[in-house]
């Protein structure tokens, strides 16, 4: 595939300290951007961010953030992510609450939150094995995927955000609780408005994976030695290629291509998308 820009990272030129604790306080940080079209054009590196939530962020990692030249955060999750682990930004920077899932709160894409938000009652073993046990985890998983395109909060938020982008002037981050399925789409849905091949598209998603399975094996461990079925969280956890084409999938069955997604689904006008285009390409 190859289709990142090969060389250094935009997260290299941040100082080491900065890099650091961005890494270690937000795993799932990287650049959206940086991938060749079919065209051989690429997509502006260093201006999209897609990653984890940013929840308690040291001062070096808040400092990353305003190196990079973020002015716009989009959170992508829920209420009840939100309450417990709010975003912590730099004062300079704009959070924008773009709820993708308000129409559907317990979609299996936010199931990892409760179990990880560390506030208030967890639901016990017994009740999480009975919502994702016996192969219902993967099943959640599609149908949260199949939720991006279908809900009219997700066609709300991600118009939203795609719109913000266009109109942004510096870098925008974007994240929901792991930045792996509802960060997923949103980076998945830009890269293939401008032409990258789906291929190089769901290898960027994948990226996601070793990221995300370190950063949650502790729970899933934890889950598993309490008696949890430790198979099914990490059905939850990890990100697998039949997931994200379930979305572009059903993208493409209900509006035809991407094209018509962003006019008929995100309602973006002619100006609107040309700008994004723009924003997006190098």
């Not at 870098?171 to 091949?197: E, I, N, S």
């Not at 990226?207 to 198979?231: I, K, N």
């Not at 379930?246 to 991407?258: E, H, K, N, P, V």
Request: net charge negative; with cysteine.
């Amino acid at each position: 595939m190859g289709a990142s820009e090969p060389g250094q990272s935009s997260l290299d030129a941040l100082a080491p300290e900065e890099r650091s604790a961005l890494r270690s306080a937000a795993p799932n940080f990287r650049d959206a951007g940086g991938l060749r079209t079919k065209s051989g054009q690429r997509m502006r590196a260093g201006s999209l961010f897609r990653t984890g939530q940013l929840a308690n962020l040291p001062s070096d990692a808040e400092q990353a953030l305003t190196s990079l030249g973020v002015t716009d955060v989009y959170d992508l999750r829920t209420r009840a992510e939100r309450t417990p682990k709010p975003d912590t930004l730099p004062a300079q920077i704009r959070l924008i609450v773009a709820d993708v899932l308000a129409d559907a709160p317990t979609s299996g894409a936010t199931a990892l939150a409760a179990l990880s938000s560390g506030k208030g009652n967890p639901p016990s073993v017994d009740a999480v094995n009975a919502l994702i046990g016996g192969g219902k985890a993967r099943e959640l998983m599609h149908e949260a995927y199949r939720d991006f395109i279908r809900l009219n909060s997700a066609n709300t938020a991600y118009r939203e955000f795609a719109v913000g982008i266009a109109n942004s002037g510096g870098a925008v981050a974007f994240h929901c609780t792991a930045g792996k399925d509802r960060t997923g789409w949103g980076a998945a849905m830009l890269q293939l408005l401008v032409g990258v091949d789906s291929d190089d598209v769901i290898s960027h998603y994948l990226e996601s994976s070793p990221r995300t399975s370190a950063e949650f094996a502790p729970l899933v461990e934890l889950f598993a030695s309490a008696g949890g079925d430790g198979d099914a969280l990490r059905d939850l956890v990890d990100v697998e290629p039949d997931y994200l084409q379930t979305a572009i999938d059903l993208m493409t069955s209900t509006y035809g291509d991407i094209e018509a997604y962003f006019v008929k689904g995100l309602k973006l006008s002619s100006g609107e998308l040309a700008a994004l285009e723009r924003r997006l390409l190098a």
